[in-house]
């Protein structure tokens, strides 16, 4: 698009070649709803006001929006390959993501990134990328690749990649790092993300002195409080697993509203096609008393200017024609989307084509080590009772409590304890068949028989097997090699339920409702089993991340999050 062309449609002496006549503009700048077209002109918006146009589309009744952005998303939690994810969020409203692809980065390392990048060259929305800043996310776990500073900096020549991802490992930064230090240097005026659970006091203050720039870790108004008074913007964030946009909610107000932005960061496809995206946000928060323009703004300029995408975030002269048309702002029913001048959705459906997109090829990375049933085994040390340390798991939290049991051994093993709601958990080292197999107990599931496991574990992404008997455990094991990742459930040496992952163990090749329909039936199965989570597989990914409290497994054995070292099974008497 020829600038002089712009200036001329802008000025009335030339007609727009799309006119969006009647409608009712949301203005984030002034913060007022207003009446008037939207002139465009290939994938700029040139002006507002009274205009004629080549095409005219009657939107009267409609309200024009600029198109959502969502502030920090892990693509690969939605199971969908990117440009399936991205059609699907296209028709809740979203024009924009910023990924940080840190889930496949610690598969693959940056071949993993750039796969990301080349797969979102022909989606219906913009997909930015941050640079991954924590592969693996701890030395306690093994992952596919490790990702230095001189690694990360080839991939910021590209204009797609923005920054980087969030600093998982704040104890690092804190305690000045070389690696992390390097990282966060390398950056210059770049926006870093941060991801600082349960951070304050002097240790917030170093963290924040680094140039950091957010956190979507805040789950009570306190620790949002304190991190908003230091200078932080805050990601309200509303995920499958993690959910803390009403705890946060009251902290906005009038005064402080440029420092908030809406993010899912992990957010499975059922969520997604059942809720709804960033859409959903906007429901939830104006349903909270936030009024809804301003609710739009932590949906739009505020990432816009945070990110530096000058170009996006606003219906406005020179922008880019990235819209969202609502029927209202309470429901938020999303009538059209354009991307960039381009009518990508419709009532709530996509209308871009999916042999748009262009496959890109991965391989396998599912490399496991021989397996044989007596590897799920436990030995006792003794033959008499001891104390073990327990994983407790919080339904839709990705943190956990810790609690120490008596178990007494069963033929010189320690076995789950089904009753107590005491399950067995083993993690597999997947990516260089070492051979690894960390083992603990948890408690939450509520499996009464069988095993589930998934190739999807934060952040290192091996193998993650919970059950109540050794032959379930390895048989669901051995199924998620055969079938190069995935989740299974399995009962009496049979699988009863898949979902093939094969797209780096983590994303599928199937559309979405295809994908739902198989975790339908895979969380019926686990139901089935006894299981009393309402997304076991989620729950199950986040076990093994390392980074946040209280105990997590990994394929190294437990780790203490909170004294950041691993211990042994067995409790100290």
């Known amino acids: 698009m020829e600038l002089k062309r712009l200036i001329d449609v802008a000025a009335g002496r030339t007609p727009a070649d799309l006119v969006l006549r009647g409608g009712t503009i949301v203005n984030v700048f002034s913060g007022e ?7 465009i002109v290939g994938d700029r918006i040139a002006g507002i006001g009274a205009y004629d146009g080549r095409e005219v589309v009657d939107v009267s009744g409609q309200f024009v929006s600029p198109g959502l952005i969502d502030a920090h998303v892990h693509i690969e939690s939605s199971m969908l390959a990117v440009p399936e994810f991205a059609r699907l969020v296209s028709a809740c409203g979203t024009t924009a993501v910023i990924t940080d692809p840190h889930e496949i980065a610690n598969v693959m390392g940056t071949e993993g990134i750039r796969y990301m990048l080349a797969a979102s060259k022909y989606c219906p929305i913009h997909v930015y990328v941050m640079a991954s800043s924590c592969v693996p996310a701890s030395r306690f776990e ?4 490790e990702l230095d500073a001189l690694d990360l900096e080839p991939l910021l020549g590209d204009r797609w990649v923005l920054g980087l991802a969030e600093m998982m490992n704040y104890p690092g930064v804190v305690h000045g790092d070389p690696d992390c230090l390097a990282k966060l240097e390398m950056m210059g005026d770049r926006p870093m993300d941060g991801h600082a659970p349960g951070l304050s006091g002097r240790d917030l203050c170093a963290y924040v002195a680094t140039g950091i720039g957010s956190d979507h870790e805040c789950t009570g108004l306190e620790e949002a409080r ?5 200078g932080l913007a805050i990601m309200i964030r509303e995920g499958s697993q993690a959910r803390n946009l009403e705890a946060l909610l009251p902290l906005v107000n009038p005064q402080n509203l440029d420092r908030f932005m809406f993010c899912t960061d992990d957010k499975d496809v059922d969520d997604l096609l059942q809720q709804g995206q960033i859409d959903h946000m906007l429901r939830m928060a104006v349903a909270g008393g936030l009024d809804p323009v ?5 949906a739009t300029i505020n990432p816009a200017r945070y990110f530096g995408l ?5 219906v406005a002269p020179g922008r880019l024609a990235s819209l969202a048309l609502f029927d209202d702002l309470t429901s938020f029913r ?3 989307v354009y991307s960039a001048g381009r009518l990508v959705a419709e009532d709530g459906r996509s209308v871009v084509s999916a042999a748009e997109s262009r496959p890109q090829v991965l391989r396998s990375t599912i490399n496991v080590k021989w397996l044989e049933p007596e590897q799920f085994a436990v030995p006792a040390p003794s033959s008499e009772p001891c104390r073990v340390h327990v994983i407790e798991v919080l339904e839709d939290r990705i943190d956990t409590e810790r609690s120490i049991e008596t178990i007494t051994p069963r033929d010189g093993h320690l076995e789950a304890d089904p009753q107590r709601d005491l399950a067995r958990i083993a993690v597999i080292e997947r990516h260089r068949a070492e ?22 574990g934060h952040d290192s992404h091996n193998l993650v097997v919970v059950g109540t008997n050794a032959l379930d455990m390895y048989t669901a094991a051995v199924h998620l090699v055969k079938i190069r990742g995935g989740f299974c459930v399995a009962r009496d040496g049979q699988t009863l339920a898949d979902v093939p992952l094969p797209v780096a163990g983590l994303m599928s090749t199937a559309g ?10 895979l969380h019926a199965a686990a139901a089935d089993l006894g299981g009393r989570l309402r997304r076991p597989f989620m729950a199950l990914s986040f076990l093994t991340l390392s980074v946040i409290g209280k105990l997590k497994i990994t394929d190294q054995g437990l780790v203490d999050v909170d004294a950041f070292e691993l211990i042994p099974l067995t409790a100290d008497t």
């Open 226 to 230: 304190e991190k908003l008074r230091h």
């Open 310 to 314: 000058r170009h996006l975030g606003a």
């Open 334 to 336: 999303v009538r059209r």
């Open 435 to 456: 051979g690894n197999i960390g083992h603990a107990f948890v408690r939450g599931f509520g499996l009464q028989h069988g095993a589930i496991a998934s190739s999807v």
């Open 142 to 145: 093994s992952a596919g690749a």
């Open 512 to 521: 979405p409702e295809e994908l739902s329909g198989q975790l339908q039936r």
């Open 294 to 298: 301003h609710a739009i703004r932590l």
């Open 33 to 39: 709803l207003l009446p008037g077209d939207v002139a």
